[in-house]
């Protein structure tokens, strides 16, 4: 079965840094893109970056710059570098893929941005 597991959040000062990672297994992974998401206490869910088989890669506007999503298909694993955090980036982070017309999601990661 498809399983998605992230880690890597945690508490970091604006300004700061983490690199987030989704270790992937159940499907072919190099065949399949996949995406981060993000929730904020009473927000919803909304899509960060996307990358591609392919490694073409595509960001939220808000994230443009700051954030750079990367996979490592022989990992079986998809990577989000954030950078110059902000506390508005605080959230749960979600690996995201869709495979077969199904949506499959991991558990999350928390990540808090404050001084």
């Known amino acids: 079965q498809v399983q998605l597991v992230e880690s890597g959040g945690g508490l970091v000062h604006p300004g700061g840094s983490l690199r987030l990672s989704c270790a992937a297994s159940?499907?072919?992974?190099?065949?399949?893109?996949m995406s981060w998401y993000r929730q904020a206490p009473g927000k919803e869910r909304e899509l960060v970056a996307s990358?591609?088989?392919?490694?073409?890669?595509d960001y939220a506007d808000s994230m443009k710059g700051r954030f750079t999503i990367s996979r490592d298909n022989a990992k079986r694993t998809v990577y989000l570098q954030m950078n110059s955090l902000k506390p508005e980036d605080t959230a749960v982070y979600y690996c995201?893929?869709?495979?077969?017309?199904?949506?499959?999601w991991g558990q999350g990661t928390q990540v808090t941005v404050s001084s």
């Open positions: 995201y893929v869709k495979r077969r017309s199904t949506a499959y």
């Open positions: 159940g499907f072919s992974f190099s065949l399949h893109a």
């Open positions: 990358i591609s088989s392919g490694g073409t890669s």
